[in-house]
């Protein structure tokens, strides 16, 4: 059972809460968000049933949940959520396009794969200054030089900005420039990030591993939501399978699947999946059709001379072609995808 607390609520309020669950037998967990305070009841739920939750002062709301994961089931919040960042919304009714470059590089390329993001449809810039890179010897991003050059072309584009976090000693500085802070797919079950981006007062868009299945995913959403941060889109970048041929198995079926279970927003990285330009275009229009709220991609100037992962980023030419998908494919699923441009030569 979870307790959701009003704004409002007091500390003396929370206290009165845990000694009434204390009296009844049962154990309270109080998890102070910046937004809210929620608090996990764990105990036999007969327990409960005769104590007056709901009517407590505080209390915005009593959830009963079968589910391992409270906050973000859909069992007791059957809309789907949408999520605001920077004032672009992700889910339930668009199909919003994040583009941008792998890593952050120069102030050049970063401002040139911006353009390159913005004018192919994209209302939400990626683009890593922190890299979690496989081999110690890869380029790991430029840190914080990184942020900078990331906040000088939001302010140059106005597109909002999606940025990896990698460690929780480095979220409260990258949240200071992020739209959107981004846990990869190695970091989601490291719980000390996942507490302290649920902490740090921004959407989070939360991969997930490549390992785990849609219950361990979700389980790491709900340590987000339970440091009150439910501003959360998750997104399906591809799981381990024992196929080479593409870098990852693009798990489609995740897409329904997670939205039917939580309430959150799913989008899908049809470049992290397979990792190679030519399926980008294909995994997006199956994207699409399969229901996700988004898709998130990978564009460079220069795929050539890219540090991190030039074979998927796309270039001029397919991303006129993913223009017009994004301009034809929402609209037959009912949605409408944010914004839709006509292409026009000199931008795309
Ligand atoms: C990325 O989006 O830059 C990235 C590293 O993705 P993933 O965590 O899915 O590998
Ligand atoms: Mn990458």
């Known amino acids: 059972m979870v ?66 994961y409270k906050l973000v089931s859909r069992e007791n919040h059957p809309d789907r959520s949408s999520v605001s960042v920077g004032g672009v919304l992700i889910g339930p009714d668009t199909v919003t396009l994040i583009a941008g470059p792998c890593a952050v590089e120069t102030p050049e390329q970063t401002l040139d794969a911006a353009v390159m993001a913005k004018a192919a449809g994209a209302s939400l810039l990626r683009g890593g200054a922190y890299k979690p890179r496989t081999s110690p010897y890869a380029f790991q991003g430029l840190g914080e030089a990184g942020l900078r050059i990331l906040d000088e072309v939001r302010a140059e584009t106005g597109l909002p900005i999606v940025t990896e976090v990698v460690d929780a000693h480095d979220v409260d500085l990258v949240a200071s420039y992020a739209d959107m802070l981004q846990v990869g797919t190695r970091n989601m079950q490291n719980f000390a990030l996942l507490q302290a981006v649920g902490s740090a007062g921004k959407p989070v868009m939360l991969k997930r591993g490549m390992n785990a299945t849609i219950e361990e995913w979700l389980m790491a959403a709900e340590y987000i939501a339970q440091r009150g941060n439910l501003d959360i889109v998750l997104c399906e970048r591809g799981i381990r399978t024992f196929e080479t041929a593409t870098r990852n198995t693009l798990d489609v079926s995740a897409v329904p699947v997670a939205q039917r279970l939580s309430h959150l927003p799913v989008i899908i990285d049809p470049s992290h999946s397979g990792g190679r330009r030519d399926l980008v275009l294909p995994l997006t229009r199956s994207a699409i059709a399969v229901g996700a709220d988004g898709v998130i991609i990978d564009v460079h100037p220069h795929p050539e001379t890219a540090l991190c992962d030039g074979p998927q980023a796309l270039v001029d030419g397919d991303l006129r072609e993913l223009a017009r998908i994004m301009r034809q494919f929402p609209p037959l699923m009912g949605r409408t995808a944010t914004p839709t441009p006509e292409p026009t030569p000199a931008a795309v």
Not at 23 to 30: D, H, M, S, Y
Request: proline share 3%.
């Open 3 to 68: 307790i959701v607390m009003a704004p409002e609520a007091t500390n003396s309020d929370i206290e009165a809460l845990v000694s009434l669950v204390g009296a009844a037998g049962g154990e309270a967990f109080v998890s102070r968000g910046v937004r809210r305070t929620v608090i996990g009841l764990i105990g036999d739920l007969t327990q409960f049933s005769a104590l007056n939750l709901r009517g407590m002062n505080g209390v915005a709301d009593v959830m009963r949940v079968s589910t391992p």
